[in-house]
């Protein structure tokens, strides 16, 4: 008898359970949507008030009904997070994957105004195009009066007003024709700071190279040979990685110069100029860095060394912020590889 009333305790047991579980399931099933309340970052004021919101919808989409009520803010101008002082979440975020309530709360924070990648990069590469231009056919009031207008004596100097102009107008047509960007815009502020670099640097190189008192390398025309031959291999490097990172990226749906968020481990191609990804996360800096070098030992001119120099360090760093990424995304990603480097760094 006792062993009978404890089979049928276990029995209730089990019947409230299921009981319990099916409750949930009815009640998860009523719930349809979600309501959403987005709140300023800085001062917690409550800023838009969003009803039956789809269980599925993405932080993107989020992003676009909270520009309708304030269209100041449109969607690349929001960060929307967990937590005011927490990371902005991804556009692809899922509403109902998020560790959020039935009423769901973020935190906005204006971004500022945007300014479209493509637009960057093309202000950045053609300011030094045309500052490097303008030295090197010597206008009036860059040297002396009698200099205006003259050409150089050196046949170095011309060439490397080729390689220089090369080099930018390839940037150029690598942004209107080969890269993606993951992100469409960056906040306009950074134009101003990446131009004064970049064109800063072009007319103080500029300047040297093209004076009227340069002298050539002192090795002649053994060292110019090989900083040309170092220059060039390292440019068809360059944009040999870059199409073969394009390719790991299907476009995206907007437009042809943004692309998906999937990400892949970037491996060799058939093009030897690629097999260096064996050794190194990011080979378009390495290669990068090599035309520089080049440039370097073929004007033999201490601006453009230090150019260098203050590029190779930019580019350490993105080049081990990219390289921690895939070693955090991917177990599987190749042990020997450096960031920059082969072995070294």
């Keep these: 008898m006792v062993q009978q009333l404890h089979v049928t305790s276990l029995s209730g047991g089990r019947l409230c359970q299921s009981s319990g579980i099916l409750r949930k399931g009815v009640q998860a099933a009523k719930m349809k949507h979600y309501e959403v309340e987005i709140l300023d970052a800085k001062t917690k004021d409550k800023l838009c008030f969003l009803d039956k919101v789809e269980p599925n919808a993405t932080i993107g989409e989020i992003k676009s009904m909270f520009h309708k009520s304030h269209p100041q803010w449109y969607p690349t101008r929001q960060s929307i997070r967990l937590d005011a002082k927490g990371k902005s979440l991804k556009d692809e975020d899922v509403l109902q994957q998020l560790p959020v309530g039935t009423t769901a709360t973020f935190y906005f924070r204006d971004l500022g105004a945007q300014i479209s990648w493509v637009t960057v990069f093309l202000t950045e590469y053609t300011g030094p195009l045309v500052l490097y231009l303008m030295f090197y056919f010597r206008v009036p009031f860059i040297y002396a009066?009698?200099?205006?207008?003259?050409?150089?004596?050196?046949?170095?100097?011309?060439?490397?007003?080729?390689?220089?102009?090369?080099?930018?107008?390839?940037?150029?047509?690598?942004?209107?024709?080969?890269?993606?960007?993951?992100?469409?815009?960056?906040?306009?502020?950074?134009?101003?700071?990446?131009?004064?670099?970049?064109?800063?640097?072009?007319?103080?190189?500029?300047?040297?190279?093209?004076?009227?008192?340069?002298?050539?390398?002192?090795?002649?025309?053994?060292?110019?040979?090989?900083?040309?031959?170092?220059?060039?291999?390292?440019?068809?490097?360059?944009?040999?990685?870059?199409?073969?990172?394009?390719?790991?990226?299907?476009p995206g749906t907007n437009n042809s110069n943004t692309c998906s968020k999937t990400r892949k481990i970037p491996y060799p191609t058939k093009n030897p100029f690629t097999w260096i990804f064996v050794l190194v996360s990011c080979p378009n800096y390495t290669y990068e860095l090599g035309s520089w070098l080049g440039f370097t030992l073929m004007t033999q001119c201490l601006p453009v060394a230090f150019f260098t120099l203050v590029g190779f360090i930019q580019m350490t760093v993105w080049a081990k912020g990219k390289h921690r990424s895939y070693l955090k995304e991917f177990r599987d990603y190749p042990p020997l590889r450096s960031p920059i480097l082969p072995f070294i760094l």
């Design 145 to 250: 009066s009698k200099y205006d207008f003259s050409t150089s004596k050196h046949w170095v100097v011309h060439l490397a007003c080729m390689c220089h102009s090369f080099h930018f107008l390839k940037r150029n047509l690598e942004t209107l024709f080969v890269h993606r960007f993951s992100h469409g815009t960056m906040p306009l502020r950074n134009i101003f700071k990446n131009c004064t670099y970049y064109w800063g640097f072009a007319a103080w190189m500029a300047y040297y190279i093209n004076h009227p008192l340069y002298t050539p390398p002192i090795y002649g025309e053994q060292q110019i040979r090989l900083a040309l031959i170092l220059f060039l291999f390292c440019q068809i490097g360059n944009f040999s990685i870059h199409i073969a990172l394009r390719n790991l990226r299907p």
